[in-house]
């Protein structure tokens, strides 16, 4: 029953967790990322097309590979979260957290009383339809609790919200954070990557992981050099799109070549 994600985070050492977005909502596409070799993966509720079903569908297809999973919920909403976990996630993050106040109802919606508001299921998914011993008493210490900061107001006050009790790690969105900042598009202005640092070195003096995305192995490793802990790459469908777009662009690159052959030969022939 020991929270899967927040050992990874522990024992992680000198190099930080790797993972992806998964945007797809299909599980074959997930399995296939969960074989890749990646340490963890976003199931995203936020902006992909998922419901609860779909998450389920979800995280069996990734329960057969090693990639651990992390489910955003698409809001701080005690009903979703209460769906969420009774469908089998262990860890949640939940997107757009500005203050303690609302640190603190999130890890509240993911916590049975007294500690918290979730409510009671016997023969959820979560405790193998009623197969697990004890669940209803070790589930508040074995839920893993992660809040985005995607605004510069977050950031002000991260040691408050990072500080609730409950909080295993903060993710720090560089795409909001940089729209907010009115550096839309630029998630590595010098701007943005000032304050993440800065985020991050807060972060480390109290003690809290913290983590972010980036576009590709570039940008993270900016986002490493800073300091992270745990990173994400791209998603599921960046990788399809620029696998097909490489592949198209190739492909249209050689019959342009061709056809300057052909035009070639024609003016060296006379024809």
């Known amino acids: 029953m020991m929270n899967a994600f927040r050992q990874l985070l522990k024992s992680s ?53 090693k990639m651990l999973s992390v489910v955003r919920v698409p809001w701080n909403d005690a009903v979703t979260v209460k769906r969420v976990l009774d469908a089998g996630a262990t860890t949640l993050m939940f997107p757009f957290v500005q203050t303690a106040d609302e640190a603190r109802r999130a890890v509240a919606a993911t916590r049975y ?9 016997g023969l959820s998914r979560a405790t193998r339809f009623g197969m697990t011993t004890n669940y209803f008493k ?20 991260i040691e408050a919200i990072g500080g609730v009790e409950g909080v295993d790690a903060l993710f720090i969105g560089p ?9 839309i ?37 900016q986002y490493r050099a800073v300091g992270f802990d745990y990173v994400a790459v791209s998603s599921d469908i960046g990788f399809i ?30 024809y």
């Open 13 to 65: 050492g000198a190099h930080p967790p790797v993972g992806t977005w998964i945007s797809s909502a299909s599980p074959i596409v997930a399995e296939a990322i969960g074989h890749a070799g990646f340490d963890w993966g976003l199931v995203d509720m936020e902006h992909a097309p998922l419901d609860v079903m779909g998450v389920v569908h979800i995280l069996q297809a990734l329960s057969g590979t």
């Open 138 to 157: 070790t589930a508040n210490d074995n839920v893993g609790v992660i809040l985005q900061i995607e605004t510069p107001q977050a950031v002000e006050q």
């Open 241 to 270: 799109m620029r696998g097909a777009q490489a592949a198209i662009t190739a492909l249209r690159t050689r019959d342009n070549e061709h056809v300057h052959t052909l035009n070639s030969g024609t003016q060296e022939t006379g």
């Open 185 to 221: 598009g630029q998630l590595t202005h010098p701007a943005v990557m000032d304050l993440m640092a800065r985020a991050v070195q807060r972060c480390k003096a109290m003690g809290c992981p913290v983590g972010t995305l980036g576009n590709n192995p570039e940008m993270v490793a």
């Open 175 to 183: 795409a909001d954070l940089s729209a907010a900042m009115g550096h």
């Open 113 to 121: 009383p007294p500690q918290g508001i979730r409510g009671m299921a």
